[in-house]
Structure formats: structure tokens, C-alpha cells
């Protein structure tokens, strides 16, 4: 991929090397919510070449609070393809695969993880990102997850380490549990957040019943479309705001360029420590 002027502060931060390998690094992204939306489009804006994002939700007019893509004129629309267009706009030359899809253990086989250089993980279901995890993990790919970034407030209690160390989470505690129970031993560096809050009641979903915020959705025909699968399976709702989850975003493509200039330390000394 040619040198592209967009990126010429950030060779000049990370040097030549580095840069041609994020040009060239693959990276596939599942869940482009609160937290990965805004870790692709870090991961666009550092020059990553390669980067196919996977959802298959579409936007509500309650993720206008946190989500990039979510802004009122794409209420309704596909996550992804919102997302692929404003990535696009950002880097033209990139090549950004948009796939429509849920990741769980029936779609598992779609997905040949051994095809990308990093794999990130920002699904919000507990047992969709459990099995994500664990594939990924028995696969021996470079693998960065997002715990739990909704009930919080205080960003400075964020921390990057590996996932059987991170505290102070609840949805980490019981991604460990789950990990356990399947005899998954392998390892990654997760972002998750110590900060206990106190306990704030959750509200029964809306998305998907009759009382759904977003506006009705009508085919050619003038029919009402159907809410989207996945809203139907929330049971409540927890609150979260974009300082924490953009917050989360950002560490996870911190991750993947810090990752990448380790690997150009030798042709680039600029990026050793």
C-alpha cells in the first residue's frame, strides 16, 4: 500500500516500519457498539490497512449516546455499513469488509481467525464472547477483548492486563468462570475498569417491544419491519456513556499499534519503549 500523507505524524511518531505494518496488519473487529466503533475507527485513523468489522445489529436512537456511527439520520440503518462508510471517508485506501453477521457458535466456522494478524473482541453477550474468546484462544491467535464498559463513570480506573488478572469487573469474573468450566488455558490482555459504582437498577429492555424508542421501520410494501433478533434477547439495560466507552475503544487499538511497533522495534528503534 503507497504512503499515504494522512499518516505523516504518525510515522513520525512510530518510524517507516511500523507504519508499512499497520499498513499492510489484518484485523477483524466483532462488535461495533459503544466500544468498537470507536476502536475501528482509531485503527483506521493509525493506518491499519486491513480491518473487516462484524455486527449484525442496526442503529437505535439510544446508541446516539456512545456509538460513533449512530447519529439521527442513520437511525435504523446497519451498524457496519454506517461504520464502513465513515471509516472510508477517513482512509480511502483501506480495505474494509462489513459483514452483517452475529458471531456465536453456530456462525463460529465463518470465521477463519488464523486469517488475521489480530482478532478484537467487543461483543456484548456474555456467551458469545465467551466462545469468541476461547476459539480465538485455541486458534493461538493475537487476541485483545473489552470487558465490561457500561456502569461506569470514572475512566481513570481503567486497566489493560491479562484477563485472568483483571479485578474489580463483573462481567470479566464471569468470563473467567465460563473459561474455566470449558478447561480454556490460554491467555490475553483484556481493558476492563476497577471502578465500583454504586448499584444502579437495571431497566428492562425496550428495544424490541412495543415501548422500542426507535422509530417503526416500513419495506416497499409499507409493512412494518420486524425489530432486529438481537434487540428481542436483551433482558435489561445497563446505563454507559461515551467518555468510558471510547475510552475502551481506544485502549483495544492502542493495543494492536503498540503490538505492531514491538514487532518493527528492530528496523524502527523509535517504537522501543
Avoid at 469488509?97 to 453456530?106: C, D, F, I, P, S
Avoid at 469474573?173 to 490482555?189: A, T
Wanted: one cysteine or more; a neutral charge.
Amino acid at each position: 500500500m503507497k504512503k499515504h500523507p494522512a499518516f505523516h505524524r504518525t510515522e513520525l511518531l512510530i518510524g517507516e516500519e511500523a507504519l508499512k505494518k499497520l499498513a499492510v496488519a489484518r484485523v477483524i473487529l466483532f462488535g461495533v457498539g459503544g466500544v468498537g466503533s470507536w476502536c475501528a475507527e482509531a485503527l483506521i485513523r493509525s493506518g491499519v490497512g486491513h480491518l473487516t468489522i462484524v455486527d449484525n445489529d442496526v442503529i437505535c436512537v439510544t446508541n446516539i449516546n456512545r456509538q460513533l456511527q449512530a447519529t439521527a439520520k442513520n437511525v435504523g440503518r446497519s451498524k457496519v455499513d454506517a461504520l464502513k462508510e465513515r471509516l472510508l471517508d477517513i482512509h480511502p485506501d483501506a480495505e474494509i469488509v462489513a459483514l452483517q453477521k452475529v458471531y456465536n457458535q453456530e456462525t463460529r466456522e465463518e470465521f477463519k481467525l488464523t486469517d488475521y494478524d489480530y482478532v478484537i473482541d467487543a461483543i456484548d453477550s456474555l456467551s458469545h464472547k465467551v466462545d469468541l474468546i476461547a476459539s480465538a484462544m485455541e486458534a493461538g491467535v493475537t487476541l485483545f477483548s473489552a470487558m465490561g464498559a457500561a456502569s461506569k463513570l470514572d475512566a481513570t480506573t481503567i486497566r489493560v492486563d491479562s484477563i485472568w488478572k483483571s479485578r474489580g469487573c463483573r462481567l470479566a469474573h464471569f468470563v473467567r468462570k465460563r473459561l474455566r468450566q470449558r478447561g480454556v488455558k490460554g491467555d490475553c490482555l483484556c481493558v476492563y475498569s476497577q471502578e465500583l459504582l454504586p448499584s444502579f437498577e437495571a431497566v428492562k429492555a425496550a428495544c424490541g417491544s412495543a415501548q422500542c424508542f426507535c422509530p417503526k421501520q416500513l419495506d416497499e410494501e409499507g409493512n412494518e419491519i420486524p425489530s432486529d433478533v438481537w434487540c428481542h434477547q436483551k433482558a435489561q439495560i445497563n446505563g454507559s456513556m461515551v467518555h468510558i466507552t471510547g475510552a475502551f475503544g481506544f485502549n483495544l487499538a492502542g493495543l494492536v499499534v503498540q503490538d505492531v511497533c514491538k514487532k518493527a522495534a528492530t528496523d524502527s528503534p523509535r517504537c522501543d519503549g
